[in-house]
């Protein structure tokens, strides 16, 4: 058996062995934190359980539009849903809240301009067409701006649109 065969072998056994090893291990990557069981935290995350449900004021009833996917189609679902329900009962108010953070296209597809104003509270007040209210993450930045927001940015800018 010459030396680069022998070489070989023992790399992809050193590999294995430090998979099998990880794969055991609790911590494989040595991330300081509490030592707690898998068990443990399933337990605390399921005690947490779903986040608590927020009415939003003056709403009362909500559909989504969503998918995991761009570019299916979801704006002109949700744009020809509320414009087919405001039609149906004239009665009713209906609203459409925006909140694709990636490319916002409600203003646009419901020929919206300018900015929203604020009322007393200092609370934005939607912008209405066709009979229908609208808030959309578009409102909060320039229309050529990308927005790179996360987590808790996009959250704050979303309950503000709500609210």
Known sequence: ??????????????????????????????IKGENKSREELQKERMARGLPKKLPIPGVKYVVVVASGKGGV???????????????????SQVGLLDADIHGPSIPCMMNLQGEPELNNQNLMKPLVN??????????????????????????????????
């Open 1 to 30: 058996m010459n030396a680069r065969v022998l070489k070989t072998r023992c790399a992809r056994d050193l590999c294995r062995s430090l998979c099998r090893l990880m794969s055991t291990h609790e911590n494989p990557l040595g």
């Open 73 to 91: 189609g979801k704006s002109t679902t949700a744009v020809n849903l509320a414009l087919g329900l405001a039609a149906n009962n004239p009665k």
């Open 130 to 163: 066709f009979g229908i209210k609208c808030m959309s993450m578009g409102f909060l930045v320039d229309e050529k701006q990308a927005i790179v927001w996360r987590g808790p940015m996009v959250m704050s800018a979303v309950q503000k649109l709500l609210r």
